[in-house]
T-cell receptor, first 111, second 114 residues
Framework: RKEVEQDPGPFNVPEGATVAFNCTYS??????FFWYRQDCRKEPKLLMS?????NEDGRFTAQLNRASQYISLLIRDSKLSDSATYLC????????????WGLGTSLAVNP | EAGVVQSPRYKIIEKKQPVAFWCNPI?????LYWYLQNLGQGPELLIR????????DSQLPKDRFSAERLKGVDSTLKIQPAELGDSAVYLC????????????FGPGTRLLVL
């Protein structure tokens, strides 16, 4: 089993739709979790950290389910500009040394 | 604030040739990372520096790859000799300190080995 697994997609959704991505991780002792966004031919950029209590930033909501070992990202009211690859990132050890990156989930928001 | 700077942005070389990539992290960032990213894949860590010390180079193919960060600021990643399979994007990232988990990436160097 891979340390971090994501559905690569692509997810094709119309503007205004709500879309959700899940990411599973194998190490139950993992300490911290992140979603990064990567636009085509660009570098990854931090979208949001994922806290145990869940967190929301505008149209984006991230949640952590430790019992089932997954994190999720929910995007409401999708915009064309949300089209990108969303990378799930896990810190398995708590010493923030070695972030484990998922392969990314590709999202295309269509007009 | 200037971001992470990398050069060159693109490089095309023939196999067996050497190539070098340069990275200047965000000012004051002690931790520097080199990643390799293939199309459709997530970044894969090659090496991590804390100041001038390489603290994790377990994924660096040391037979052909080398890196340095002599003064704890900018860094160079070298491949010699390059192979066809080295074609990828080489990303440099930095973070402020040991405790920081947010990584700031440069634009990357896109390498094509012919």
């Amino acid at each position: 089993r891979k340390e971090v697994e994501q559905d690569p997609g692509p997810f094709n959704v119309p503007e205004g739709a709500t879309v959700a991505f899940n990411c599973t991780y194998s190490n139950s002792a993992s300490q911290s979790f992140f979603w990064y966004r990567q636009d085509c031919r660009k570098e990854p950029k931090l979208l949001m950290s994922v806290y145990s209590s869940g967190n929301e930033d505008g149209r984006f909501t991230a949640q952590l389910n430790r019992a089932s070992q997954y994190i999720s990202l929910l995007i409401r009211d999708s915009k064309l500009s949300d089209s990108a690859t969303y990378l799930c990132v896990v810190n398995p050890s708590g010493n923030n040394r070695k972030l484990i990156w998922g392969l990314g989930t590709s999202l295309a928001v269509n007009p | 604030e200037a971001g992470v700077v990398q050069s060159p942005r693109y490089k095309i070389i023939e196999k067996k040739q050497p190539v070098a990539f340069w990275c200047n992290p965000i000012s004051g960032h002690n931790t520097l990372y080199w990643y390799l990213q293939n199309l459709g894949q997530g970044p894969e860590l090659l090496i991590r520096y804390e100041n001038e010390e390489a603290v994790d180079d377990s994924q660096l193919p040391k037979d052909r790859f080398s890196a340095e960060r002599l003064k704890g600021v900018d860094s160079t990643l070298k491949i010699q000799p390059a192979e066809l399979g080295d074609s990828a994007v080489y990303l440099c990232a930095s973070s402020p300190s040991r405790g920081a988990e947010t990584q700031y990436f440069g634009p990357g160097t896109r390498l094509l080995v012919l």
